[in-house]
């Protein structure tokens, strides 16, 4: 089945303490996101990737690292974790070869707590 | 920059009611819109999307037409059932550039009671 799989799923932890949220699609796609939803603001990019070994900002990257060393993985890495990064994560894919048409597929959230 | 604006919700309405929210746009040049859904507890799925001007995309009994005159990407459907209640995130990917970043809206919440 075609999916995109994130993990954990929940996480409560508390200021500081380095975490990391996986990412890993099985379609093959080039394009790879990390989204935030937070209430009232909607979904905001926080880092995206077009292939491996190339990552980029989003809109709201501060405190956040991403890497792609394979195509098929995109973890979320927070060294210092703040309060302020509590919030709804969304990873996302893409074939990223048919231009801005490209449906993106979400995975199932990951629901961060930093206390 | 890009930027989607949605109908405030929350909206409730009963089983085989009408359903319109609207949706408009700003971007430069003519971008992708897309409307995704997210059920309770889920992430976001594509509801459907149009491309240029005047296309209409259709799912599950849901429709938007694409109206670059009015920039706007309404959604519809004739009769809402229970199980459409979720949320609704208008959304667009601007043309040109390499980040195929989804610009969304602020979500709608929609209730749908029996």
């Known amino acids: 089945e075609a999916q995109v799989t994130q993990n954990p799923r929940y996480l409560i932890t508390v200021t500081g303490k380095k975490l990391t949220v996986t990412c890993s699609q099985n379609?093959?796609?080039?394009?790879m996101s990390w989204y935030r939803q937070d209430p009232g603001l909607g979904l905001r990019q926080i880092y995206y990737?077009?292939?491996?070994?190339?990552?980029d900002k989003g809109d709201v990257p501060e405190g956040y690292k991403v890497s792609r060393k394979e195509k098929r993985n995109f973890p979320l890495i927070l060294e210092s974790p703040s309060p302020n990064q509590t919030s709804l994560y969304f990873c996302?894919?893409?074939?990223?070869?048919?231009?801005?048409?490209?449906?993106?597929?979400f995975g199932p959230g990951t629901r961060l707590t930093v206390l | 920059g890009n930027s989607v604006t949605q109908m405030e919700g929350p909206v409730t309405l009963s089983e085989e009611a009408f359903l319109t929210i609207n949706c408009t746009y700003t971007?430069?040049?003519?971008?992708?819109l897309f409307w995704y859904v997210q059920y309770p507890g889920e992430g976001l799925q594509l509801l459907l999307k149009?491309?240029?001007?005047?296309d209409k995309g259709s799912n599950k009994g849901f429709e938007a037409t694409y109206r670059k005159e009015t920039t706007s990407f309404h959604l519809e459907k004739g009769s809402v059932q229970v199980s459409d209640s979720a949320v609704y995130f208008c959304a667009l990917i601007g043309r040109g550039g390499s980040n195929y970043k989804l610009t969304f809206g602020k979500g709608t919440l929609l209730t749908v009671n029996p």
């Open positions: 996302a894919s893409s074939l990223g070869l048919a231009g801005v048409t490209d449906t993106q597929y």
């Open positions: 971007a430069t040049g003519y971008p992708s």
């Open positions: 379609m093959n796609h080039e394009y």
């Open positions: 990737s077009m292939n491996v070994e190339a990552t």
């Open positions: 149009a491309t240029k001007a005047d």
